[in-house]
């Protein structure tokens, strides 16, 4: 397993142990897990930290429930408006989220893929969060996620601690 230290104390993990294309993030919030896992379930939360920088997310549906769905709109800075949708596999508040993850329309490199959040409360208003995403067709792909993610979790560190600190 390649492993490579990052700013923003992440750690990314670019390949697991059966040789596909995953993405591994751990990050430490200064909020309490309730906030944090708030942020990533309640749709009118979710969008303002959802995507990449640039992008705006227009609507988000939910059904948080395991086999329920969920439907994003995101708007680039250029471009169409696109759809991320997929199915809740956990719901287990306030500790792990997992879904399916895929884009409509989709990119002909791109497979759905499973998104795995686990929350871990570290003392006082801490948490860690675990992120797992995988495995991905191609490492172009899995790189376009890492960006995305990464300035989707940037946004989503402001608000929690923000949030944490009003």
Not at 131 to 137: E, K, M, S, V
Request: hydrophobic content about 35%; cysteine-free; charged content about 25%.
């Amino acid at each position: 397993m390649l492993v490579n230290p990052d700013a923003f104390g992440w750690r990314r993990f670019v390949m697991t142990h059966s040789g596909k294309l995953r993405l591994h993030m751990q990050r430490v919030l200064r909020a309490p897990r309730s906030v944090v896992f708030r942020a990533l379930t309640d749709p009118q939360e979710l969008a303002k930290w959802w995507g990449p920088d640039g992008f705006a997310t227009l609507r988000v549906e939910s059904d948080l429930r395991p086999g329920g769905s969920y439907r994003i709109a995101m708007q680039p800075p250029e471009g169409d408006l696109f759809y991320l949708v997929g199915e809740f596999l956990e719901v287990d508040p306030p500790e792990r989220l997992s879904y399916t993850f895929r884009w409509e329309p989709p990119d002909p490199e791109d497979r759905e893929t499973v998104v795995t959040l686990s929350l871990r409360t570290l003392g006082g208003t801490s948490v860690e969060l675990v992120f797992t995403q995988g495995d991905f067709a191609t490492e172009r792909r899995r790189t376009l996620h890492e960006e995305g993610w990464t300035q989707s979790l940037n946004k989503l560190e402001e608000m929690t601690s923000s949030t944490a600190s009003a």
